[in-house]
């Protein structure tokens, strides 16, 4: 089962009038002028529209490797079989610098990027993005943390999760940690273990208080707490944190890539380490001896895809193009697809209502907002965490060396 966190949505529309007029397949679809906010695109219209789009292309920047991959599979092939798109996914993930670039230069080598929300907030404090035209593109059931920032995530969207893995060899039974205070322990359980060397998506904030104090994981109150984390405590955990990090020695490494938490703990460098779930799920699915630690408390993010700024006015062909493919995408019956390839939940929060038949088996109770494991979950507030990575990257620069 899946928790619904469904939010209302603040739309804007943008295209339709300019490409409106143009009847569906079937006699009885509106035109593009017709949709609005209130009544956007329904799939039906969506698919008469793509029919159109035959040849085009579409290119898709993204991270890779299994997450990547899943994309493919989920949305882009479906996408190309169906409606003849030539849809391009390309990696590596390009920085904040480079996705200001091209929207300053307006020099559009790609169409989309697929993002974290805390990502596109900071973004967003660059003129760096355009939003979605949500005539075309339904957000109004999407997920809140989404949402909150409006208009500006979308397509391929999903919910993620930073959480601990071990390798099973390394703790056999039930000797496992259990909680944030146990990756600390030192003592208690020695041996290598690795973090995330970046904020954001790497959890170090709210990991530092959980490990200082667990009992804030029992409460709402105190999960909670650990969206919105004072400039005060932030400075004071990560002075622990650098104490810490000179007792640890060897025994910390900092991973860069969510390839590496995996690969690491397969070769014996680490023996628990923060990673994707996704990650840790594909593995486990092809028989690598790893657990994810739901119990220790995991940090839920959300993603999708995002448009470079200025591509509406520049390119409005192709800005069109973009917003019925991630219209498509993001309908629940479709954003369903990416749980039939890997353990990330799905933004639209009634895509879960579609997860029928024996491809969704392995995945339901491995997702981030399962029943099972929602009562461990902090949730991102993602942005302001936009708005804190700067400041907290520097402490934790500072805490690394």
């Not at 494991?373 to 400041?391: C, L, R, S």
């Amino acid at each position: 089962m899946y928790v619904n966190l469904r939010s209302g949505m603040v739309a804007v529309g943008a295209i339709a009038v300019l490409f409106g007029g143009t009847l569906g397949a079937a006699g009885d679809m509106r035109p593009m002028s017709e949709w609005t906010s209130e009544a956007p695109a329904t799939l039906e219209e969506i698919n008469a529209e793509l029919e159109k789009h035959r040849g085009e292309k579409f290119i898709l920047m993204s991270t890779g490797g299994a997450f990547s991959a899943a994309v493919r599979k989920a949305w882009l092939e479906p996408l190309e079989d169906q409606f003849g798109i030539n849809i391009v996914d390309d990696s590596p993930l390009p920085s904040a610098a480079q996705i200001r670039a091209v929207a300053e230069a307006g020099n559009y080598i790609y169409d989309s990027v697929d993002i974290g929300t805390g990502f596109a907030a900071r973004l967003l404090e660059t003129d760096s993005l355009d939003p979605w035209d949500t005539s075309i593109v339904d957000l109004r059931d999407w997920v809140e943390a989404t949402t909150a920032i409006g208009p500006y995530v979308a397509g391929g969207g999903i919910t993620w999760a930073l959480t601990m893995a071990y390798n099973n060899e390394a703790y056999p039974g039930d000797t496992g940690p259990k909680s944030w205070a146990d990756f600390f322990d030192l003592e208690g359980f020695p041996g290598p273990r690795a973090l995330r060397g970046k904020i954001g998506d790497g959890a170090q904030l709210q990991i530092m208080r959980l490990a200082r104090n667990p009992e804030l994981l029992e409460t709402d109150e105190g999960r909670k707490s650990l969206q919105q984390i004072p400039d005060e405590v932030i400075d004071d955990d990560y002075a622990w944190f650098a104490d810490w990090v000179d007792q640890a020695g060897n025994d910390i490494v900092f991973w860069e890539q969510g390839s590496q938490p995996p690969e690491m703990l397969l070769a014996g460098d680490v023996n628990m380490s923060s990673a994707w779930n996704g990650r840790i799920w594909d593995a486990a699915q092809q028989g690598a001896p790893l657990t994810i630690c739901w119990e220790c408390g995991y940090f839920v993010g959300t993603g999708g895809w995002v448009i470079p700024g200025g591509l509406a006015e520049a390119e409005p062909e192709r800005y069109l193009l973009a917003n019925l493919i991630a219209a498509w995408a993001s309908f629940p019956e479709n954003n369903a697809r990416f749980q039939k390839f890997i353990s990330f939940g799905p933004a639209n929060t009634k895509a879960p209502e579609h997860f029928d038949g024996p491809d969704y088996d392995a995945v339901r109770e491995e997702l981030p907002t399962s029943t099972r494991n929602i009562p461990f979950a902090v949730f991102f507030d993602e942005k302001w965490m936009g708005t804190k990575e700067d400041y907290a990257e520097e402490k934790l620069l500072e805490a690394m060396q």
